[in-house]
Each structure stands twice: as structure tokens, then as C-alpha cells.
């Protein structure tokens, strides 16, 4: 990456500030950043990072709800936690649920907030929607031509 120059720094210092993201920007502004990104490949290799940056943190904000949601049923199903809060901590069997519930009730939260954030503040969700669409537009075009014809436009 820092073997390469942008082309035209201006541009290029614009499309950093918005961590190359022309997602927003007017069809008809919109033209010139792609041209430059279509030419220049620093810029090109800039925003593939930025982009992936986006979709690990989707990916990571959405593993932690799961992991939450998986605590909370653990607590909810598996009774280990007596021997734990008897021999470990020497609490009550109901203190330590409750306490583990409110912790896990807490991260599930913040997790969910985070997953919102992730997905309002960054152009992942544009992103991984454009990914799918190429996907389902590649596997189309692989069908045979019988499945083709019967499948609605
Ligand atoms: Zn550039």
C-alpha cells in the first residue's frame, strides 16, 4: 500500500476524508471519484481496506450479540453455576444467577448498540448488499438455460 502514489492528490485527499466512501454522494458528483478510483490504485487499495475494516467490525459486533444471546441461554438451561457460586465465590445461588444475568443482559445491550452503530455509521451494509447481489447475479448467470426461463423476472 505505501508503495504506491495517488494520481491526483486532491482528489485523492478527499476520497481519504471520507474514508472512501462515495456511497452518499450524488450519481452525477459521483462520476469523477469513480473514474479516479478506476485509475489510481493506491486509492483502489485504500478503499478495499476500508471496506473490509467495515464488514470485520459487522462481522465481530454481530458474533458478540450471538455470544451474549448463547450466555444468557447457558444461564437460563445449565445449572453449573451452583457448584461455582458455592465453592468458587462463596455466594448464593441466587445472587450469582442474578448477577451473570445483569452482566449478560448488559453486554447483550451494548452489543446491539454497537451492531446498529456499525451498520448506520459505516457503508457496510451497502456493501455486503452489493456483494450479494454480484453473488446472485454470477449464480444466475451459471444456471442452465431450462431453469433460466421458468424462474420469475
Ligand atoms: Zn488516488
Redesign the pocket.
Known amino acids: 500500500m505505501a508503495s504506491t502514489r495517488?494520481?491526483?492528490r486532491v482528489?485523492?485527499s478527499i476520497?481519504a476524508s471520507w474514508r472512501y466512501d462515495i456511497s452518499g454522494i450524488h450519481p452525477e458528483m459521483r462520476k469523477d471519484y469513480e473514474g479516479?478510483l478506476a485509475d489510481?490504485a493506491?486509492?483502489r487499495s485504500r478503499q478495499k481496506f476500508h471496506r473490509s475494516l467495515d464488514v470485520s467490525l459487522a462481522v465481530l459486533t454481530s458474533l458478540a450479540v450471538l455470544f451474549f444471546l448463547f450466555a444468557l441461554a447457558v444461564l437460563k438451561h445449565v445449572k453449573p453455576l451452583d457448584h461455582v457460586a458455592f465453592n468458587v465465590f462463596g455466594l448464593d445461588i441466587s445472587d450469582m444467577y442474578h448477577m451473570l444475568f445483569s452482566a449478560g443482559i448488559a453486554g447483550l445491550i451494548f452489543s446491539v448498540i454497537a451492531v446498529v452503530l456499525v451498520f448506520t455509521a459505516t457503508p457496510a451494509s451497502s456493501y455486503l448488499g452489493g456483494l450479494a447481489a454480484e453473488r446472485a447475479r454470477l449464480l444466475e448467470e451459471r444456471l442452465p438455460a431450462g431453469i433460466k426461463t421458468t424462474r420469475p423476472r
Do not use: K
Open positions: 495517488c494520481t491526483d482528489v485523492g476520497l479516479h489510481c493506491h486509492c
